[in-house]
């Protein structure tokens, strides 16, 4: 059944592809902390892409998480990082922030593009990679004060301006750096975005294929 949902978006993503795509692409700079309840990571758009003057906003879910700073970095550990290390040269593990990993929604994602003129609203999952960098597979103090992010994006028909009646996929990557010990971090990314015009009926079909892709 999946397979043939998939093979049903593949054709229709291929259908959108022979009308109009937008590209839009920008590089975000902003910070956050995932101790604040919601995490809400925010900023503006730096100079290089097509959106140059705006901001962005990601909130990430936390229902069910500690307020306890203590309890809450352990739990947030112990979750979403300890089940997924990889040795290697270095070995690392990987937080999966999304709902197969136990968030109870997807994360949320705002862009305000000044630049063009709209808004874009939609859901994205999370991957976060810390290092072990002397390989002893233990989280040593200063291990977790840089490492590199990454993760899909799906653009929701709620733009605005610009992006009125357009829905879409994207990604983005990118590094954070803390000041540890403190938790207060600074992400620095590239967000890329493939946009189709989803107002007539034809795209709405394949809308209901990304849905499902990401169900
Ligand atoms: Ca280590």
Not at 86 to 93: L, R
Not at 94 to 110: A, Q, W
Not at 124 to 136: F, H, S
Not at 180 to 209: K, Q, R
């Amino acid at each position: 059944m999946r397979a043939l949902v998939i093979v049903i978006a593949v054709l229709a993503l291929a259908t959108v592809a022979c009308a109009q795509e937008t590209f839009i692409w920008f590089f975000g700079e902003g910070n956050g902390d995932f101790m604040d309840s919601p995490p809400t990571f925010t900023g503006a758009m730096d100079p290089g892409g097509d959106i140059v003057d705006g901001s962005w906003t990601i909130v990430i879910p936390d229902d069910g998480w500690p307020t306890d700073p203590v309890l809450r970095y352990q739990h947030i550990w112990d979750t979403f990082y300890a089940p997924n290390y990889t040795a290697g040269t270095p070995g690392y593990w990987k937080g999966y922030f999304d709902t197969s990993h136990g968030l109870p929604e997807m994360s949320s994602l705002d862009i305000i593009d000044d630049t063009n003129g709209g808004t874009m609203t939609g859901i994205l999952t999370l991957e976060i990679q810390v290092e072990d960098t002397d390989n002893d597979g233990e989280l040593d103090e200063g291990e977790f004060c840089a490492g590199s992010l990454s993760g899909l994006v799906i653009i929701i028909r709620e733009g605005t301006g610009f992006y009125d009646g357009m829905c879409g996929t994207g990604n983005f990557f990118g590094t954070y750096t803390k000041a540890c010990p403190t938790t207060y971090e600074t992400w620095n990314f590239g967000m890329y975005l493939w946009l189709d015009d989803c107002s007539t009926p034809v795209e709405n079909i394949s809308w209901g294929a990304i849905k499902a892709l990401y169900q």
